[in-house]
């Protein structure tokens, strides 16, 4: 039997019931024809034929290599080389847990390692002991499954699809053809990844330009939505109507409202001629007795005191005929004309200071009936050499002080107490103060129970904490409170300084004037009975970046504190940083921070400047040494004495501008009705309530809470993306 057939044919024939072989065995055939066929005839179920491969090891070891299949031929040099094998190994012989591998090896540059084992229920590609169902590991080569068809070729390592991993660990997830990738679940697409980068939810809805993902929560699907359902906000509660897209302002008891809901637009009354000089006006002082009655002291060149009082209806003062008080000092400041309302029992009087012209100090007690001016008392007991004088009236202790500032640039303080139609008047304390500058302020804190002083000693600002409750005045030490040179840098010496209260904060505000060459400066301070300061904060009023341009820098004539509105009113020169052309003297103001230690940008109040034509409303000129603004005592308003284009001493109330622009915090970005909830939106969203907008344009803050392209010094908000959508930078 030369032939495999005849050996089988011979077997199957029963010619022989078993072929027991020692040692090797050939069977060769010389065509291509089956070299070994096993036939089982056996009718059932079970397994057959079977080629058992039986290692009968008297030492059987874990790992021991129990058969080979080896597929040999020859290479081009003409030597027999294996080119594959399979083997089967046992991985572990303990009676009853026996575990066993099967390997399929090939030979790569003439070597062999295992291509694929299966261990187990495992199968291992490029491993021999897989860890988990399927196991590749391509060594210290990336590696990759590669998925092709008919449509992605398979030519290229750059078709179909692959999942793999790099040689640094980085795992990748590979569409390679330029069609989509989609992910489902519950046998539905939930995400598509397009060919050109885009993101699909259920499909290919890839939503629009600028649209954000946003959560369905657990049980729903996520979607795409505009940018104004989400990014960055928080919810507040409204105290008024909000409509979506307004711009809002953060309240001191963290609620919001819209801006243009608490704006209030300026508003000018008609101006009164009080006199008619033969020159000019000269010093004096705006004061209210209430809300609707009005007082105004003055001195002119006639070198006459006058007092007048008036009505106030709407934006305009009735004032009736002026009242002579006396013959006053012929120059400047000299004359200093001022004055102070009283409160509380003190009510419809107040008390006038001011300088004859033998420099004396005089005080008068006047009062009012409707536009009626009277004068129930009056005196010079305010000593000698007066240059400069200040009063104010101090409520805990029902009575003014005023202080004169002498010849030798000391302070000298006076307690005036009034009892029916007569004033006691104490005697004179030196209060020094080193008031170089003529321009001091008085202040009074009602929260120790003090008044204050403060002065100008060079650059040096200097304050005085004086009691009021002896029969006399008594002062602490003059204390040095800030140094403007060295704090902020002014190469001028200040000039005049104006001093508030701030009774949220309970902070007094110094607010000065540096001169031309210097910006107005402020500090934010807290007095102590002890007679110290306490150094909140100092600043001088600078614009925020990118305002550099204007400084700001100006010499400021009037000042007032209204602490309703939180605002302070100034009335100044140009700024450096102006424009040319507009008028010299115009009012700004500045708004107070919710704590009390900021005061925003200047915000022009228009109705001071200079317009087209080149005309100016109500004439406003300059007049030193004056306090001409004063804010009503629990009102918006404030009245303003000035010398007019014709030099007469005028006066006349205005609405001031109020706004809330500078405390703004965001943009609605739902409607919210007064006392709801509702989300507002903050730095980095995208608000889509707008209209007309101009693509790429910044948008600011404008008085009456709308978006504009003009900087007034109000803040930034943000960028126009579309004519209805603006990006917000600012919050």
Not at 691 to 720: C, E, H, R, W
Request: charged share 15%; glycine share 12%; aromatic share 8%.
């Amino acid at each position: 039997m030369t032939r495999a057939r005849d050996l089988g044919d011979f077997i199957a024939d029963g010619g022989i019931s078993q072929l027991d072989v020692t040692g090797n065995a050939t069977i060769t055939v010389a065509d291509n024809s089956d070299a070994l066929t096993i036939v089982s005839t056996d009718a059932d179920a079970n397994a057959g034929p079977v080629l058992n491969l039986y290692r009968n090891s008297a030492s059987p070891a874990d790992n021991d290599v129990l058969g080979r299949i080896i597929f040999k031929g020859e290479d081009d040099a003409g030597n027999a080389a294996t080119f594959a094998r399979i083997e089967a190994t046992a991985t572990d012989v303990s009676n009853g847990s026996e575990d066993g591998r099967i390997d399929f090896i090939t030979a790569k540059d003439d070597s062999f390692s295992a291509a694929l084992s299966v261990l187990g229920d495992k199968v291992g590609v490029g491993t021999t002991s897989p860890k988990r169902h399927l196991h590749i590991n391509g060594g210290n080569e990336s590696t990759k499954i590669q998925i092709t068809n008919q449509t992605t070729g398979s030519s290229s390592d750059g078709d179909g699809f692959q999942i793999g991993i790099a040689t640094d660990g980085t795992a990748n997830i590979e569409q390679r053809e330029n069609a989509d990738m989609l992910l489902t679940t519950n046998n539905t697409e939930r995400f598509r990844f397009g060919s050109a980068g885009q993101l699909g939810i259920g499909g290919a809805t890839y939503g629009t330009s600028g649209q954000v993902l946003t959560s369905g929560g657990s049980s729903a699907a996520p979607s795409w939505v505009d940018a104004a359902g989400g990014g960055a906000t928080y919810t507040a509660t409204a105290d008024g109507a909000v409509t979506a897209g307004d711009l809002v302002h953060l309240k001191s008891t963290g609620n919001i409202n819209a801006i243009d809901n608490d704006y209030t637009a300026q508003a000018l009354g008609t101006p009164v001629t009080l006199n008619t000089v033969t020159n000019h006006a000269q010093t004096g002082q705006s004061f209210w007795f209430s809300n609707t009655q009005a007082g105004v002291a003055w001195s002119d060149d006639s070198d006459k005191v006058y007092y007048v009082t008036g009505t106030l209806s709407g934006n305009n003062v009735t004032f009736g005929t002026k009242l002579q008080l006396g013959n006053a000092a012929d120059s400047g400041y000299h004359g200093c004309a001022q004055a102070a309302a009283g409160e509380g029992s003190d009510a419809a009087y107040a008390m006038v200071v001011w300088a004859d012209n033998g420099d004396n100090g005089n005080w008068s007690l006047v009062t009012y009936s409707g536009t009626t001016a009277s004068l129930t008392a009056g005196n010079n007991s305010l000593g000698s050499s007066v240059a400069n004088l200040r009063v104010i009236y101090c409520p805990d202790d029902n009575c003014w002080l005023a202080v004169r500032r002498g010849a030798n640039e000391k302070g000298y303080a006076y307690k005036l107490t009034r009892s029916g139609s007569s004033v006691t008047v104490s005697n004179n304390v030196d209060v020094d103060g080193n008031l170089q500058e003529p321009f001091f302020a008085l202040g009074y804190d009602p929260d120790i129970d003090r008044a204050l002083m403060f002065g100008l000693d060079g650059y040096i600002v200097t304050g005085v904490v004086i009691n009021m409750s002896g029969s006399d005045p008594s002062a602490g030490s003059t204390v040095e409170i800030a140094n403007l040179s060295n704090l902020l840098g002014f190469t001028q010496q200040p000039e005049v300084v104006y001093a508030f209260y701030d009774t949220v904060n309970d902070h007094t505000i110094v607010f000065g004037a540096g001169g031309s060459s210097n910006p107005p400066f402020y500090l934010i301070l807290k007095a102590a009975t002890n007679g110290t300061f306490t150094l909140k904060k100092i600043s001088h009023l600078q614009p925020e970046e990118p305002r550099a341009s204007n400084t700001f820098c100006t010499s400021v004539k009037s000042a007032c504190y209204n602490d309703n509105t939180r605002t302070v009113t100034f009335y100044h020169g140009q700024f450096n940083g102006d424009q040319s052309g507009l008028y010299y003297y115009r009012v700004h103001e500045s708004y107070l921070s919710l704590d009390g230690l900021t005061l925003s940008t200047p915000i022009l109040s228009d109705g001071f400047r200079q317009d087209s034509t080149g005309q100016n409303i109500n004439n406003p000129q300059l007049i030193d040494a004056y306090n001409g603004l004063a804010a009503q005592p629990s009102s918006s308003k404030v009245l303003l004495y000035y010398r007019g284009t014709d030099n007469n001493p005028t006066s006349f109330a205005f609405q001031p501008t109020i706004t809330q622009g500078h405390n703004y915090s965001g943009i609605a970005s739902e409607n919210i009705s007064q006392g709801s909830s509702g989300k507002i939106q903050i730095l980095g969203n995208v608000n889509e309530n707008q209209s007309s907008l101009t693509i790429g344009s910044n948008y600011f803050v404008q008085l009456n809470g709308t978006l504009g392209t003009t900087d007034i010094g109000l803040p930034l908000v943000g960028k126009a993306v579309s004519a209805t959508k603006i990006m917000i930078k600012n919050s």
